[in-house]
């Protein structure tokens, strides 16, 4: 018998995850899904097969368009149902509110801040908390509702930012998806700029902090990128102009309490130069990887190849997903 949440999941992770359409659309019968979420699901085939990405915006444009009674947020929240944590959905949040405040839809409308700012503050309320233990819990909860109250403020700087950035663009463009080969490499790079083909917004959520008078920390909006964790973003844009003609690249950061806006003009690594020595060593990480799959028969060969850092940010997992993972390392 079929299981609404594990549809839910299902859709959610082809709304988020790149290339999970293709991955399932070949598995799935064509009556996997019931009842509204069908619907989402045949928006989903349509703009895959309009030649677009799929992701939330291009999906309820599509639902829009065939004047479907499923609400963009109940598409939205579909997303909630994969791992995540309080900062990612509060990221996801913003820039969904800001989407649908400054991405012109098929028929050329947008809501209003106000409208934008409700849709996301909704988004951000019904996020349900990491569950892995009681601490987790508590601490994803109230650092949800703390988010949520930031978020209004945070969406209003955002835009503020991404207008200035985009000031001369005759019309903003949300996010797509580039994939495509760097010279010298085999393997496709693949990157999402958020905004115009070649920016990106970043948020910064205030810190839980004992020793703070009310127990919380400001997010501090970053001076420069020359900073480590900054830097990641840089490389970050550095695939964008790799892939776009090497459209000049931007970075929007923005906190409840200000914005910032990084581009070519004030910020060196954001320059021609730079990024070209940034893209000399994606080059050199992409020809590493070619090389690691190309002396590996099996998939235990290409793990045996490869020493995962259990302590970075990318392996904060579920102590279960965690377990399996090391399980397939044969780490016990």
Known sequence: MKHEKIEAIVLGAILMEKGAYHVVSNILQSDYFTGWHEEVYTAIVEVNADGKPID???????????RSNVKAYDVAALTNKLGSSA??????????????????????????????????????????????????????TNKRDKYAEELPATIENAVLGLKEAMARDNRILGEI???????GCAVPHNTRPDYGRRGDLKTK???????????????????????????????????????NGHLPPFLVYANSSDYRVFDAENTPELRDDFLADVV???????KTTENILRAANTKEELLGLVSPDWNAIYWKEPPAYLAEAKRVWGIN
């Open 177 to 183: 998806e580039l994939i495509k080969q760097i010279p």
């Open 205 to 243: 959520w205030c810190r839980v902090n004992e020793k703070a008078k009310h127990g919380w920390s400001p997010g501090a909006l970053p001076r420069s990128l020359a900073g480590m964790f900054d830097m990641n973003n840089v490389f970050q844009a550095a695939g964008f102009w790799a892939l």
């Open 56 to 66: 939330l915006l291009t999906v309820c444009d599509k639902l829009k368009a065939k």
């Open 280 to 286: 000399n060593e994606i080059t050199l990480y992409h």
């Open 87 to 140: 900062n990612i959905e509060a990221g996801r949040a913003v820039q969904y509110s800001c989407d649908l405040h400054l991405v012109p839809d098929e028929f050329g409308t947008t809501l209003s801040l106000n409208e934008a700012v409700h849709m996301g503050v909704k988004m951000m309320r019904e996020y349900e908390p990491k569950n892995t233990s009681a601490d987790a819990r508590e601490l994803d």
